[in-house]
């Protein structure tokens, strides 16, 4: 009788399995693991054996299910489970390798498919095993040295799949940030486009938002906060992460989390941290949750007219400044955060939350928004000038409609007179830099003003060095190059490796230079 209704319990978990209906699929699960566990006692031994693999199965199906439904936990549970009554189940080493690669633990998932292909089952599935293992080892790879190749999907026009990322953390650390609360630091030099880290969304929602209409926003914006409450619910590793991020208020109150949690062959203690409230959850993401930047996205052609919101965890301890030092590129649902200029040893690193061609008052209505006030070196050194009689003739000329080589050629002659040096022009420059573009791509205002104001490579160096590469000085660099002048004034090479490494300061060191060049190139045309 008993193995009657196993078979048929057995029968039914399979076609529910079959035909994808999860929730069902585990209500028939836990009735058949019920049923086995209340026979296993007392069992001649052909049945218990029989039962006992029944079970095995039932766990294994149950399982999938979780997986499934990514609930994370649970499914690792259940796969534990079948384990421990079969360690060498094949089914069940297949799901919980794919389970620990989705969670980053490449090693600890290659261990998995190297045991499932031992076992005779894996005959017909071994391009599907050995693909899995080389997953794991490309990924391990990737989050040991952080070499990133985007090389051949730039070259393809971005056609095919998005290049698979693993996860990578380079010598960092979180500590208290004298920005506010805490901050990641560099722990060693890194040249500009050094990859700092590459990490995948908690969570991410996007979606075609006609003109960006707020309606539309918000719609994405729930979806979104659903879907991190249901990471947050069904993963105790998302759980604990999530729950060190900063609420906004009292920073300097929270505690330093240390980096090794963040890496992801690290064993997080289950129960850590048991619930998260929902509350909690949406004040957590009005701080951390970041938009994907538009901008690289246009030029690397990817998701192109779509708004996407998301959380990635490690960028989230990340301080705005109106000077940084790191970008952000979205690749899929990874970011890569590069260097967009020199870092130093200890230095903090640092995003511009906003476009950092904006000037002062405007910055500060922004971060108004933002409910902080930025002290960085650019901002401070802007309020020492802003109250200069110069500075409000050129603000008031800008609004005004005054002619932008005017607006240029005014605000470079008041910096010689303030004696300014280094960074300084860097700064004032960013803040106008719509004026030197604009100033810079027209003939016409060239002729007119083009001897009484700097050169053009001149301008593009200060500002990326005083805030960081960015494609539209990229695009004012370039320009020229593509019909045979030099956007530099030296020789055509010179430009190029010029050029390469403002690209470097966008993109990271993510590509050959064959890539960057097409990239360039698109940049020109
Ligand atoms: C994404 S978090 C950055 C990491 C945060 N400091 C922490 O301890 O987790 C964003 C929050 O950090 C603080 N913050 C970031 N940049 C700041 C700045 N330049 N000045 C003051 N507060 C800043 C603000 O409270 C902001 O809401």
Not at 79 to 108: P, Q, V, W
Not at 206 to 225: A, H, K, T
Not at 370 to 392: P, T
């Amino acid at each position: 009788m008993t193995e009657d209704q196993i078979q048929q319990l057995r029968s039914r978990a399979t076609e529910l399995l079959i035909r994808e209906e999860w929730n069902e699929s585990i209500q028939i699960c836990t009735q058949l693991i019920s049923l086995c566990e209340s026979q296993i006692e007392d069992l001649n031994s052909e049945l218990f054996f029989k039962i006992r693999k029944a079970l095995a199965l039932a766990y294994s199906n149950r399982a999938e299910s979780w997986a499934k439904l990514k609930n994370v936990d649970l499914a690792l549970s259940d796969c534990d489970s079948a384990l421990a009554i079969e360690n060498t189940h094949f089914k069940t080493l297949m799901c919980k390798g794919k389970i620990l690669l989705g969670l980053h633990k490449y090693r600890l998932a290659s261990d998995c498919f190297k045991l499932g292909l031992l076992e005779s089952q894996a005959n017909g599935n071994a391009e599907e095993i050995n693909g899995c293992l080389e997953k794991c080892k490309r990924l391990d790879l990737l989050s040991k040295s952080g070499v990133i190749d985007l090389s051949s999907w730039v070259l393809s026009g971005f056609k095919g799949r998005i290049p698979e990322l693993g996860e990578y953390i380079s010598p960092v650390e979180i500590s208290r940030s004298e920005i506010s609360g805490r901050g990641l630091f560099a722990v060693k030099n890194v040249e500009v486009g050094g990859v700092m880290l590459v990490t995948k969304a908690v969570a991410v929602a996007r979606g075609v938002v006609p003109e960006l209409s707020e309606n539309g926003q918000l719609v994405i914006w729930s979806s979104f906060v659903e879907k991190v409450m249901k990471c947050v619910e069904n993963c105790s590793q998302v759980r604990c992460l999530v729950s060190f991020l900063s609420p906004g208020e009292d920073e300097d109150e929270l505690e330093v989390p240390d980096i090794d949690m963040h890496r992801h062959e690290s064993e997080l203690s289950q129960s850590a941290i048991t619930s998260v409230e929902k509350s909690k959850i949406l004040s957590l993401l009005d701080v951390n949750s970041m938009v994907e930047s538009v901008a690289p996205a246009k030029v690397l052609g990817t998701n192109g007219g779509l708004y996407g919101v998301g959380l990635w965890v490690l960028p989230s301890y990340i301080n705005h400044s109106c000077c940084p030092n790191v970008r952000r590129l979205h690749v899929g649902d990874h970011v890569i955060v590069a260097a967009s200029r020199d870092i130093k040893a200890g230095e903090e690193l640092t995003f511009a939350y906003f476009d950092v061609f904006t000037p002062l008052p405007k910055r500060r209505m922004m971060l108004g928004a933002w409910g902080f006030e930025c002290r960085c070196r650019r901002c401070q050194f802007e309020e020492g000038i802003a109250s200069k009689m110069e500075m409000s003739e050129i603000e008031i000329g800008l609004e005004r409609g005054l002619e932008s080589g005017n607006v240029v050629f005014k605000l470079e002659e008041s910096m010689k007179k303030w004696n300014l040096r280094g960074k300084e022009k860097g700064f004032c420059r960013a803040s106008f830099w719509s004026a030197y573009a604009g100033t810079y791509g027209c003939e016409r205002m060239m002729r007119k003003w083009g001897r009484l104001i700097p050169p053009k490579e001149v301008v593009v160096e200060s500002v990326a060095d005083a805030v960081g590469g960015d494609e539209r000085i990229l695009a004012v660099a370039v320009e020229g190059m593509k019909s045979g002048g030099t956007a530099y004034g030296g020789a055509a090479m010179v430009d190029l490796e010029r050029a390469f490494k403002l690209g470097r300061g966008i993109f990271g060191k993510t590509m050959k230079k064959q890539a960057m060049k097409s990239l360039l190139s698109r940049a020109w045309s």
